[in-house]
């Protein structure tokens, strides 16, 4: 006889705890369940022995003591805005140390582009140039000196007195500030009523003669007398002395002309005083980059040890990175004790150095039950701010750098040639130099930065060029596109390094100019 069997399909019920319904009463049920899944957030917590997990949060220590509040970030900003600018002494992101820093001014990278010379040429005037002349002359004021060339004879008696006859002169102090606002050259006097002139430099550009006494002639002998001869030579323009007063007076005079430039060119004059701060910042970043970057050297003697050896921030870094190992030696008298026995607990450093010792222990007991903590800090930028930085040549918080080299056999100039730029809103880059589409050129239009040199994201009109193919989907949701993407990390891919090193890749048109003269080499061949 058959039968007849009839399934019963059972809604799961909803909520904290359901799948206890009916084993415990409602309210436990619902209480388990919510700590059921707040307890799941702890890494491995499935698979770890309850027994062990309760010896470890039996040990854990808390902020007990310490004036420390929750927050949804890691560590305190205003603490860090007020550090960053004491440690964070590089020029890459986030005050970062870069080759160039310890390398110096040796390599040009962030100084290429920054061209301080053309904004000079372009903002001088004839007024402003003159005036710099004369203010040079009146700071290097100083009267020159020369001395007296002579022959000796012995006179007629009765007393045969001895008689000295001048035959030259000679510069023993060229002195300076001479020919100051057109100022003649000085002449030379001389005490047995001879007389000298003098040439003086008047080519600004060679700093090592100009307005000083360069030549001397001697112009009348003067009379034969029984007293050695001696000269002087004129005062430089002025006072008969250093006049501050003058100085002044250029200075104010070079002041005013400036303004008067400013006013005329604002937009040049603002990128020359940028450019000339940009210069000064990094030339005091690379000054002090191997004194604060590198590790202490013994100084030698006499050097003054506790100065070198106690060196900013370098001993404050390392001891930072030292305290979670510190805090694992409890044993009296040792780390651990010591410095929370020297640690102020009234101030915020203090609090952090304690706080800081007992999360390092914390850790190691739960990595003890398999429990890997979430609470390291990446000290590296994120992929797509390093994809940025690497194609795009610059993030923000870093410093611009364009190389530049010398072709052995031309003499020409060689930069890098970008294929394009980098968009990180979509992760994206487009190829928009013309030399490798091969099919015109293509703009990207103004964008955030004001420019249209592919450094920032097209916001304007024109045309963002071609996206990089890298072999994925291009419709969302397509199930299209090949599995090996991103094969190329991003300081590999020569699309993205093309803005940072020597063209390594031909263009379109020397790669057809390749192919050509290869084919003609295997024709000489035949």
């Given at each position: 006889m058959a039968g007849f069997f009839q399934n019963t399909i059972q809604n799961f019920p909803v909520g904290f705890g359901s799948y206890l319904d009916g084993i415990l009463p409602p309210d436990i049920a619902t209480a388990a369940g919510a700590f059921s899944v707040s307890m799941q957030q702890i890494n491995n917590i499935s698979s770890i022995p309850i027994e062990k997990f309760a010896q470890v949060v039996t040990n854990l220590e808390t902020v007990s003591g310490l004036a420390v509040n929750g927050s949804s970030v890691p560590v305190d900003t205003t603490l860090v805005s007020g550090s960053l600018p004491l440690i964070a002494l590089g020029s890459g992101p986030y005050g970062t140390y870069t080759m160039s820093d310890f390398f110096g001014c040796m390599t040009g990278l962030p100084y290429i582009g920054i061209d301080i010379r053309g904004l000079i040429q372009a903002l001088e005037t004839p007024a402003l140039y003159n005036i710099y002349k004369q203010l040079y002359l009146a700071v290097t004021w100083e009267r020159a000196t020369v001395s007296v060339q002579y022959t000796t004879y012995t006179g007629?008696?009765?007393?045969?007195?001895?008689?000295?006859?001048?035959?030259?002169?000679?510069?023993?102090?060229?002195?300076?500030?001479?020919?100051?606002?057109?100022?003649?050259?000085?002449?030379?006097?001389?005490?047995?009523?001879?007389?000298?002139?003098?040439?003086?430099?008047?080519?600004?550009?060679?700093?090592?003669?100009?307005?000083?006494?360069?030549?001397?002639?001697?112009?009348?002998?003067?009379?034969?007398?029984?007293?050695?001869?001696?000269?002087?030579?004129?005062?430089?323009?002025?006072?008969?002395?250093?006049?501050?007063?003058?100085?002044q007076g250029y200075i104010d005079d070079a002041n005013a002309e400036i303004l008067a430039i400013q006013a005329a060119k604002p937009l040049l004059a603002e990128q020359m005083n940028t450019n000339w701060n940009a210069t000064g910042t990094q030339l005091t970043i690379e000054q002090r980059a191997i004194d604060t970057g590198l590790a202490v050297p013994v100084p030698p003697e006499p050097a003054d040890v506790l100065t070198d050896?106690?060196?900013?921030?370098?001993?404050?870094?390392?001891?930072?990175?030292?305290?979670?190992?510190f805090a694992l030696n409890t044993d009296p008298h040792m780390q651990a004790q010591s410095l929370e026995a020297i640690a102020n607990v009234c101030t915020t450093g203090g609090q952090s150095i304690v706080g800081m010792m007992r999360e390092a222990r914390n850790q190691t007991r739960l990595t003890e039950a398999g429990i890997s903590p979430d609470n390291n800090i990446s000290d590296t930028i994120t992929p797509v701010e390093s994809t940025t930085l690497i194609a795009n040549g610059t993030i923000a918080n870093s410093s611009p750098a364009t190389l530049s080299q010398v072709n052995c056999e031309t003499g020409n100039e060689i930069t890098p040639n970008p294929y394009g730029f980098y968009d990180p809103n979509n992760n994206n880059y487009y190829v928009t130099n013309p030399a490798f589409t091969g099919i015109g050129s293509s703009s990207l239009g103004n964008g955030?930065?004001?420019?249209?040199?592919?450094?920032?994201?097209?916001?304007?009109?024109?045309?963002?060029?071609?996206?990089?193919?890298?072999?994925?989907?291009?419709?969302?949701?397509?199930?299209?596109?090949?599995?090996?993407?991103?094969?190329?990390?991003?300081?590999?891919?020569?699309?993205?390094?093309?803005?940072?090193?020597?063209?390594?890749?031909?263009?379109?048109?020397?790669?057809?100019?390749?192919?050509?003269?290869?084919?003609?080499?295997?024709?000489?061949?035949?």
């Open positions: 007629p008696g009765p007393s045969f007195d001895t008689y000295y006859h001048v035959t030259g002169l000679t510069i023993t102090d060229p002195g300076g500030g001479y020919g100051r606002e057109g100022a003649s050259a000085p002449t030379i006097t001389i005490s047995n009523g001879g007389s000298g002139t003098t040439t003086i430099g008047t080519t600004d550009t060679d700093i090592t003669n100009f307005g000083r006494v360069t030549a001397v002639a001697l112009s009348s002998a003067g009379t034969d007398g029984t007293s050695v001869p001696t000269a002087t030579v004129d005062f430089p323009p002025g006072t008969g002395s250093f006049s501050n007063t003058i100085v050896l106690a060196q900013y921030p370098t001993t404050q870094i390392a001891f930072t990175d030292a305290i979670p190992q955030a930065d004001g420019n249209t040199s592919g450094t920032g994201v097209g916001t304007g009109t024109g045309t963002l060029g071609d996206s990089l193919d890298t072999g994925s989907a291009s419709a969302f949701g397509s199930f299209a596109g090949s599995p090996y993407t991103n094969v190329i990390p991003s300081n590999l891919n020569v699309f993205y390094t093309s803005k940072n090193l020597l063209p390594s890749t031909y263009t379109v048109s020397d790669a057809i100019d390749e192919v050509i003269r290869c084919n003609c080499d295997c024709w000489d061949l035949i």
